[in-house]
């Protein structure tokens, strides 16, 4: 599958994560109540013409432009989730975030570069649906990995602290093998 980046060479990737359903849910809900509101119009319409402010072309024409609207924005929203991603790979941790539909940032971190990680939850819906926040510290000037709307945050935090401990591990017998 084509993640928007290259592996290396020896590179695989172990695990890839999607933000929580609750990141698309606002999204969905408004093309939702929009489609709604397409399907009463055209119910006013067909059941009770004479009481349209419009003329019933353009009522049609309005009902027929949100009903449009509301697909797009469904499907623009499924998108935009669908690469939303955290991988993990043997080498790095690699953010994909589609920050519109046209727009997209590509990160990676070097599992031997973690400082520090840092899953949590702000609020009662994300304590409740165990989703949040997990952050990455790297050694040097890169800025925190901050992937948003988790799922299972904590749980995520410590598999990316497991998987630096297996890369310090792997390039320590590599160095021990070389004496």
């Known amino acids: 599958m084509d993640y928007g980046f290259t592996l290396d060479a020896g590179e695989e990737v172990i695990r890839v994560i999607r933000r929580s359903i609750f990141d698309i849910l606002p999204t969905i809900l408004v093309s939702v109540v929009l489609a709604l509101a397409a399907a ?21 024409l309005l009902v027929l432009i949100m009903a449009i609207i509301a697909v797009i924005i469904f499907l623009i929203a499924v998108d935009v989730y669908r690469h939303n991603l955290l991988i993990f790979t043997n080498v790095h941790i690699v953010q994909v975030e589609q920050l519109a539909l046209f727009q997209r940032r590509v990160s990676q971190l070097n ?19 165990d989703f ?31 998987k630096h401990e297996q890369s310090m591990r792997a390039v320590h017998a590599q160095g021990m093998d070389a004496e």
């Open 111 to 129: 599992l031997r570069r973690i400082e520090d990680v840092t899953g949590m939850h702000q609020g009662f819906l994300q304590s409740i649906f």
């Open 132 to 162: 949040g926040e997990v952050q990455i510290q790297s050694a040097g000037e890169q800025e925190k990995f901050i992937f948003k709307n988790a799922p299972h945050p904590q749980q995520l935090a410590d598999e990316a602290l497991e």
């Open 40 to 60: 009463a119009l055209a119910y006013l319409l067909g059941r009770y013409p004479a009481a349209t402010p419009f003329p019933p072309q353009l009522m049609l």
